[in-house]
């Protein structure tokens, strides 16, 4: 069991959690872990009854040979994008949404034969491609995604402008972002031209100030701040996220 990996796991699924989106009614729990940077057997069990994230890991770190799905490679690479992304297989992938996640249960025999057209073409087991390119989300409410819907629950990124800090009270921190949003152009998805947007920091802490944000690139998820990026995750991010969105506009 990696700590470090569990930990930056965290950060990331906190947020949809928080708000009873997908994950176990842990919230308090998974909030706590996130905060005080702790993590042991009951954070573990918290991200295992993740019935989507949790599979998508240990698929990637069983075609990786990696023992531990909580690996911190494995974690990138599900959430930002890695090359470990590469080294799964066709059949490994369409096996995974075949039988572990049982998607052609939950949508149409259309939609499924349209997603499972994609693997062949470069379909890959990262959070943002299962967003952008399953059209329900497969947390506790399976509806169709919107383009709102979509913008927030992928991973974004963004870079903090520095008179933006604010601290609106002791428990969290708000800052802006200059990031791309997620729209939609002549009938296809793409990333616009940067906004500016406000990001909830809930466990930044009140010893950040306007130094230690300055230039820095964060990545978030619904709208939360998850972990500070470096130039090449930033790089990652954004290759994954364009092959995902270039399949989501993919006509089979």
């Not at 075609?63 to 531990?68: A, I, Q």
């Not at 939609?111 to 059209?135: C, R, S, W």
Request: hydrophobic share 40%; net charge positive.
């Amino acid at each position: 069991m990696d700590h470090q990996g569990l930990l930056l796991c965290a950060r990331y699924a906190l947020p949809p959690n928080s708000l009873h989106y997908c994950g176990p009614d842990k919230i308090t729990n998974l909030f706590s872990y996130t905060k005080e940077q702790i993590a042991d057997n009951g954070l573990l069990e918290i991200l295992s009854k993740f019935q989507t994230l949790y599979p998508y890991l240990a698929l990637i770190a069983g075609e990786n040979n990696l023992r531990d799905p909580f690996d911190p490679r494995v974690v990138e690479a599900y959430w930002l994008g890695n090359r470990l992304l590469n080294n799964v297989s066709m059949k490994g992938f369409y096996r995974y949404l075949t039988d572990t996640l049982e998607i052609k249960k939950k949508i149409s025999g259309k939609d499924f034969e349209f997603l499972t057209g994609k693997i062949p073409i470069g379909a890959i087991p990262y959070h943002t491609f299962h967003v952008l390119n399953i059209f329900i989300r497969t947390g506790y409410h399976a509806i169709k995604h919107t383009l709102e819907t979509m913008d927030n629950c992928r991973i974004s990124w963004g870079k903090v402008i520095i008179q933006s800090l604010k601290l609106k009270n002791k428990k969290n921190t708000t800052i802006q972002v200059l990031t791309k949003p997620l729209v939609m152009q002549n009938n296809k998805l793409v990333l616009g031209k940067p906004i500016i947007k406000e990001i909830e920091c809930f466990y930044l802490g009140l010893h950040v100030t306007r130094y230690t944000l300055h230039e820095k690139w964060i990545s978030f998820h619904w709208n939360q701040f998850c972990d500070f990026l470096t130039p090449p995750q930033v790089a990652n991010l954004e290759k994954y996220t364009q092959i995902a969105i270039n399949l989501a506009n993919k006509t089979i």
